[in-house]
């Protein structure tokens, strides 16, 4: 896969993550929770930090800031996956820590398929 095709592919892994980002930020549920609030200001971050780039078709740039902000959004889907039962057990809350961790999932599969590092 190219850096074009992998970045094309990626974008819409991180509509799935602004949609949570987007259910979490108005659940009333976490609005006193400063752990799980983390977790939407994340998303926050991690979709836009790309957008730049995204924006001047800079498949390499992408790549880059996409892969260097991965670490913390793999910590964000480990803490909804492991705390959102505290707060709530409803399906949409569990639904979205599956969505954040099965989309964490698959920007690694992308990123591992890129034929060469960020070009």
Known sequence: MTAHEAMERL????????????FLKHADEI????ELLAIPRTLF????AVEP???????????HRIRGKLPKLRRVAEVLQTEHRRVSSHTNFEMA???LTA???????????????GG
């Open 11 to 22: 974008q819409g892994v991180l509509a799935h993550l602004w949609m949570v980002r987007t």
């Open 31 to 34: 609005q006193e929770d400063e």
């Open 45 to 48: 971050d991690y979709v836009r």
């Open 53 to 63: 780039a995204a924006q001047r078709n800079d498949a390499k740039e992408y790549l």
């Open 97 to 99: 820590a599956l969505s």
């Open 103 to 117: 989309s964490v999932r698959q920007i690694e599969e992308i990123l591992a398929q890129v034929s060469t590092p």
